[in-house]
């Protein structure tokens, strides 16, 4: 049975820190790029970072860069969301994404989300 499951959400205010953390199971957690996304009140999902395999490559939205880190710890099938400076404009439901695309067919994995609120 696939599960993702996301914990580390929470209400911060403007400049503090969270880290989000995605436990897999289910599926050979080594094998599939990881992304955390996101959706605000009114709006659609965002990709806010993605890492591959390996963790050799991570790519993130214009809107974090600087601000956040994806890793990952293929021993402990986890992902994590380093979230520093957040900003009201961060608030949102976090999910994190397993995806793999073999000969052009792609599996997508999603948790349930965590929220995310960063308010004064």
């Known amino acids: 049975q696939v599960q993702l499951v996301e914990s580390g959400g929470g209400l911060v205010q403007p400049g503090e820190s969270l880290r989000l953390s995605c436990v897999v199971s289910?599926?050979?957690?080594?094998?599939?790029?990881m992304n955390w996304y996101r959706q605000g009140p009114g709006k659609e999902r965002e990709l806010v970072a993605g890492i591959s395999s390996t963790g050799g490559i991570t790519n993130y939205a214009d809107s974090v860069k600087g601000r956040f880190t994806i890793s990952r710890d293929n021993a402990k099938n986890t992902v994590y969301l380093q979230m520093n400076s957040l900003k009201p404009e961060d608030t949102a439901v976090y999910y994190c994404?397993?995806?793999?695309?073999?000969?052009?067919?792609?599996?997508?994995?999603w948790g349930q989300g965590t929220q995310v609120t960063v308010s004064s």
């Open positions: 289910g599926f050979l957690f080594s094998d599939y790029a």
């Open positions: 994404n397993a995806r793999r695309i073999v000969l052009y067919k792609r599996f997508d994995y």
